[in-house]
């Protein structure tokens, strides 16, 4: 049997029944952030952080999916909520939600997460900025200028090569309680589609 995945105004619901609650609901006693000042994800107002999590549905990626954020920076340098989740051929099952743990080296660990990362780079990169590679790395002027330039796509980089990577870390995650939610993927699919196309 399946649960029903839906949105409402600002919060998903789970049968009709709050996300933030059901997560309220489950937490331990030393969890003391406001449950309902949470928003889903795909309300983030960064756009790369916005496709990002639109693509992990989209391309049905197993990961810890972060579904909820903090409703005063709407991104991802706040708190986050993820889930684990897990696609099959005709569901997609969520066991356990947590926090993301701070990072005390983000910054650092960001900024160099995107277009420097050239272990990350595709055939197609390297066709593209193979000639250029050399000044990036070893350019700082050369590389501020072409991360002014194509901003964009260095956010969409970093996204995945940054947050990605450190959200899907079991280490990374204060996991707080156990779920046992079960979706039909075309319902699943529906739903986080109609709140991309909202927001």
């Not at 005709?90 to 080296?105: R, Y």
Request: glycine share 4%; proline share 1%; net charge negative.
């Amino acid at each position: 049997m399946y649960n029903k995945i839906s949105l409402n105004e600002n919060y998903i619901f789970i049968d009709n029944i709050c996300l933030n609650s059901i997560f309220e609901e489950i937490q331990v006693s030393n969890y003391f952030f406001e449950w309902l000042g949470l928003v889903p994800s795909v309300f983030v107002e960064n756009s790369a952080e916005k496709r990002y999590i639109y693509d992990l549905v989209k391309r049905k990626i197993s990961c810890n999916f972060p579904v909820l954020v903090c409703d005063c920076d709407v991104d991802f340098s706040c708190v986050i909520v993820v889930v684990k989740t897990v696609w099959t051929e005709n569901s997609v099952i969520w066991t356990k939600f947590g926090t993301v743990k701070k990072d005390v080296n983000y910054l650092e660990n960001y900024n160099k997460s995107g277009i420097l990362r050239v272990e990350d780079w595709t055939e197609s990169d390297w066709d593209k900025y193979g000639s250029i590679a050399y000044d990036l790395i070893y350019d700082e002027n050369f590389f501020n200028e072409w991360c002014y330039n194509n901003w964009y796509e260095e956010n969409y980089r970093r996204t995945w090569g940054y947050y990605h990577k450190y959200f899907n870390d079991d280490k990374n995650i204060d996991w707080i309680g156990k779920v046992s939610f079960r979706f039909d993927v075309e319902n699943y699919l529906k739903t986080f589609d109609k709140m991309y196309k909202l927001y």
